[in-house]
């Protein structure tokens, strides 16, 4: 179980950043009936379509909203008690920017739950690891273009690897809870 699972009595606003669909954002929505959940995505159609799928589901508590220009609403300055990027990290195109918006949106104790492919950073590492070779062609296909789509393009994709994200998350004055170097992580502000 995840440590913001622990104090869900008092989790009033949540964030799933790159909620595609928003299968999970629905889902948590379901779990926090007394939270209200948003999904955002700089995708259009997944925004429409998650949209449908809260139509659908009948959720009350659930909001989607499309990311113009990768900014987050001003008024969302400290709002969240819990933000989760599911397979969304590696795939981003700016970090730095999304990471420092996502900052600005957590409140001061809040907590992000993070979930990446689990691939060594050193690819030689990664020699036998069957998952990791079949997670490098999707991610030839998927995450690198995506990580790729606009400046200023990093290409990190699966292969950046969980150590490299350790780095990144530090580098950004983040205290990061519990194993670095596990595909699952947490973190919150130093
Ligand atoms: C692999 S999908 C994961 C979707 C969802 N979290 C899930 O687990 O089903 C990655 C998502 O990140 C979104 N994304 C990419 N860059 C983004 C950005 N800068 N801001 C917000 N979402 C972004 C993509 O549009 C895509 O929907």
């Not at 599911?86 to 739950?113: A, E, T």
Request: one cysteine or more; aromatic letters at 8%.
């Amino acid at each position: 179980m995840s440590v913001a699972l622990f104090y869900t009595d008092t989790i009033t606003n949540v964030l799933d950043f790159g909620c595609g669909p928003g299968s999970l954002t629905i889902k948590l929505a379901e779990y926090l009936p007394n939270a209200k959940v948003y999904g955002v995505d700089i995708d259009r159609n997944s925004i429409e379509k998650a949209k449908e799928n809260k139509a659908k589901e009948n959720i009350p508590n659930v909001e989607f909203v499309l990311l113009e220009n990768d900014h987050m609403d001003e008024s969302w300055t400290k709002k969240f008690d819990w933000i989760t990027l599911v397979d969304v990290l590696h795939d981003l195109p700016n970090p730095n920017f999304s990471i420092s918006d996502i900052k600005r949106v957590l409140k001061d104790d809040g907590i992000v739950s993070v979930i990446d492919p689990c691939v060594h950073s050193d690819h030689k590492m990664n020699q036998g690891n069957q998952t990791a070779a079949m997670l490098y062609v999707f991610s030839t296909f998927l995450c690198l273009p995506c990580s790729m789509s606009r400046e200023p393009a990093v290409g990190n994709g699966v292969g950046w690897g969980v150590e490299n994200r350790a780095e990144f998350l530090k580098s950004n004055d983040l205290k990061i809870l519990g194993d670095e170097h596990n595909g699952f992580v947490q973190f919150q502000k130093a």
